[in-house]
T-cell receptor, first 117, second 116 residues
Framework: AQKITQTQPGMFVQEKEAVTLDCTYDTSDQSYGLFWYKQPSSGEMIFLIYQGSYDEQNATEGRYSLNFQKARKSANLVISASQLGDSAMYFCAMRDAGGTSYGKLTFGQGTILTVHP | GAVVSQHPSWVICKSGTSVKIECRSLDFQATTMFWYRQFPKQSLMLMATSNEGSKATYEQGVEKDKFLINHASLTLSTLTVTSAHPEDSSFYIC????????????FGPGTRLTVT
């Protein structure tokens, strides 16, 4: 069975600083995909970044990067130059079947990020 | 980009009544949709996987007779909460699979259900 663990219930960061949100996972599959989503207080789920298990390079999308350490089974999200609008709940999620379509997502517990001015 | 809508965005109903929530993919076809439930400051809990033209697959512990799911077309899935009770009050979110890499799930804006 797959499992995603986010050990930081809450994180605080100063505006313009970088912050790392931790995510570890457990799976027996060799092929899987890792996702990060942002959920503001409005409730919508916003897709941020994706990392495939066979991708050799760490994924980056603008201010978001994913620190993928396969041997340690970790997929931490790094947000650079934090902005007040980054305050939200962040979820790490995993999909098996190589990250291909139509597989279920397993979500972590989430981390509430608060950005201070 | 792919857009998923939900209707209504919020609903208040009386205990014992049923309420239907619609999930639509607006600009793409969704063979598979997912229904989640979320309590405040908690993670998303997958309730069921909805497949067009076939019965939904429910997760363990989810009452399929209470949470009726119908995926009648490639753009519409509905969740009906039957005989709602206050403990069914929650945030319900649907999603649909994208059809291009990385096949991220596109989420609807959610429906906040309050049962009085």
């Amino acid at each position: 069975a797959q499992k995603i663990t986010q050990t930081q219930p809450g994180m605080f960061v100063q505006e313009k600083e970088a912050v790392t949100l931790d995510c570890t996972y457990d799976t027996s599959d060799q092929s899987y995909g890792l996702f990060w989503y942002k959920q503001p207080s409005s409730g919508e789920m916003i897709f941020l970044i994706y990392q495939g298990s066979y991708d050799e390079q760490n994924a980056t999308e603008g201010r978001y990067s994913l620190n993928f350490q396969k041997a340690r089974k970790s997929a931490n999200l790094v947000i650079s130059a934090s902005q007040l609008g980054d305050s939200a709940m962040y979820f790490c999620a995993m999909r098996d079947a190589g990250g291909t379509s139509y597989g279920k997502l397993t979500f972590g517990q989430g981390t509430i990020l608060t950005v201070h001015p | 980009g792919a857009v998923v809508s939900q209707h209504p965005s919020w609903v208040i109903c009386k205990s014992g009544t049923s309420v239907k929530i619609e999930c639509r993919s607006l600009d793409f076809q969704a063979t598979t949709m997912f229904w989640y439930r979320q309590f405040p400051k908690q993670s998303l809990m997958l309730m069921a996987t909805s497949n067009e033209g076939s019965k939904a697959t429910y997760e363990q512990g989810v009452e399929k007779d209470k949470f009726l799911i119908n995926h009648a077309s490639l753009t519409l899935s509905t969740l009906t909460v039957t005989s709602a009770h206050p403990e069914d009050s929650s945030f319900y979110i649907c999603s649909a699979d994208g059809d291009t890499l990385p096949y991220e799930q596109y989420f609807g804006p959610g429906t906040r259900l309050t049962v009085t």
